[in-house]
């Protein structure tokens, strides 16, 4: 464990409760280092976390004798198995996410930018009680070939190559989940056909990439 690892997990969850994706001890994050995860503990605030408090542990568990990882800790261990690529993931119970996961609906094709997370949609993983190996399975079932997916009356979570980017997959989850139920509060989306999305999901293959120098 280096000093900077948990230090860039302090920030993401610090991050998550400013912006509100998070409040009081919901939501946690994770980072895998080889065979292990560094994760937050159980009842962690952001008022209250340090670099000190986080919990190392073997991604397969179970935690050590004397440690209190988060509750969820086999959901992340559940993704780092399913999606090899995940390095960093971060669970919220943000607003929009979590008002979409309780009507058990995925995240449709209302807008191009779902085509980001991989597929057509956002699936949403079916309810199992928190801190269970049933979310844990129902996680694990779900998210392969995403970057993220809702939990049915409970919230979301998301995998990234970085902490950086496992924020910034949060936050536009929760971006795109506002705007969809604002639409649907206003009418019935149109929802992009599947051509449509297959054109975004070719656009996104280059999207961002500077030219060599």
Same mark, same amino acid.
């Given at each position: 464990?280096?000093? @900077?690892?948990?230090?860039?997990?302090?920030?993401? $969850?610090?991050?998550?409760?400013?912006?509100?994706?998070?409040?009081?001890?919901? @939501?946690?994050?994770?980072?895998?280092?080889?065979?292990?995860?560094?994760?937050?503990? +159980? @009842?962690?605030? %952001?008022?209250?976390?340090?670099?000190?408090?986080?919990?190392?542990?073997?991604?397969?568990?179970?935690?050590?004798?004397?440690?209190?990882?988060?509750?969820?800790?086999?959901?992340?261990?559940?993704?780092?198995? %399913?999606c090899p690529e995940a390095a960093c993931v971060v669970h919220t119970h943000a607003d929009h996410c979590t008002a979409l996961a309780c009507l058990n609906e995925p995240l449709p094709a209302f807008h191009?930018?779902?085509?980001? /997370?991989?597929?057509?949609?956002?699936?949403?993983?079916? $309810?199992?009680? /928190?801190?269970?190996?049933?979310?844990?399975?129902?996680?694990?079932?779900?998210?392969?070939?995403? +970057?993220?997916?809702?939990?049915?009356? *409970?919230?979301?979570?998301?995998h990234g190559p970085s902490p950086e980017a496992a924020l910034a997959t949060a936050i536009s989850l929760e971006t795109l989940?506002?705007?969809?139920?604002?639409? =649907?509060?206003?009418?019935?989306? =149109?929802?992009?056909?599947?051509?449509?999305?297959? %054109?975004? *999901?070719?656009?996104?293959?280059? $999207?961002?990439?500077?030219? %060599?120098?």
């Amino acid at each position: 464990m280096t000093e @900077g690892t948990a230090q860039a997990i302090v920030a993401v $969850y610090v991050e998550l409760a400013r912006r509100n994706l998070n409040t009081g001890s919901a @939501g946690n994050v994770s980072m895998r280092l080889g065979d292990t995860m560094l994760i937050t503990p +159980t @009842g962690a605030t %952001a008022e209250t976390l340090a670099p000190g408090d986080l919990v190392l542990m073997p991604v397969a568990g179970p935690p050590p004798r004397r440690s209190a990882p988060s509750s969820e800790w086999p959901m992340h261990a559940a993704i780092y198995e %399913a999606c090899p690529e995940a390095a960093c993931v971060v669970h919220t119970h943000a607003d929009h996410c979590t008002a979409l996961a309780c009507l058990n609906e995925p995240l449709p094709a209302f807008h191009y930018m779902v085509a980001a /997370f991989g597929g057509n949609e956002v699936p949403c993983a079916p $309810y199992a009680t /928190f801190g269970t190996p049933a979310l844990a399975s129902a996680v694990r079932q779900t998210i392969p070939g995403h +970057t993220a997916c809702l939990l049915a009356n *409970h919230g979301m979570i998301v995998h990234g190559p970085s902490p950086e980017a496992a924020l910034a997959t949060a936050i536009s989850l929760e971006t795109l989940a506002r705007q969809y139920l604002l639409a =649907r509060a206003a009418g019935t989306p =149109r929802l992009l056909t599947p051509a449509e999305m297959r %054109a975004a *999901h070719k656009r996104f293959r280059t $999207y961002g990439n500077r030219p %060599a120098r």
